[in-house]
């Protein structure tokens, strides 16, 4: 078993309703992949860096999880061709964020 990170992109066309049954359905092809969710954090509708199919919003799922290495290959290709995520990534290896982010002063 291997640990991944995964964040995905709910089209924001999608009510709050269908947003939680998108995020379950993931849920479901992890479990069916035999992998295990270790967290779950949803961050919300907020604007995308770029647009995306015209559209400027979204919102973001990120997910840390255990799976076998074949069930990640699996998880690709439904989150692909799912009109209901417009962007995803699977990250291997989890990356823990120790420490406060400072913002950074530009001197002129």
């Known amino acids: 078993m ?12 999608r009510t709050a309703e269908e947003t939680t049954a998108v995020i379950e359905w993931v849920a479901g ?12 954090d949803n961050w919300g ?8 199919n015209h559209e400027t919003e979204g919102t973001y799922v990120l997910l840390n999880l255990n799976m076998p ?10 989150l692909v ?11 291997k290896g989890i990356i823990p964020f120790e420490g406060v982010v400072e913002p950074q ?3 002129e």
Do not use: C, F, M, W
Request: zero cysteines; a negative charge; aromatic letters at 6%.
């Open 45 to 52: 509708r907020r604007k995308l860096a770029y647009p995306i």
């Open 81 to 91: 061709i799912s009109e209901d995520i417009i962007r995803h990534i699977v990250i």
């Open 69 to 78: 290495p074949e069930g990640a290959n699996a998880l690709e290709p439904p």
């Open 2 to 13: 291997n640990e991944y990170e995964l964040l995905y992109i709910v089209h924001p066309r």
């Open 105 to 107: 002063v530009r001197e």
């Open 29 to 40: 092809l992890i479990t069916s992949s035999g992998g295990e969710i270790l967290s779950e």
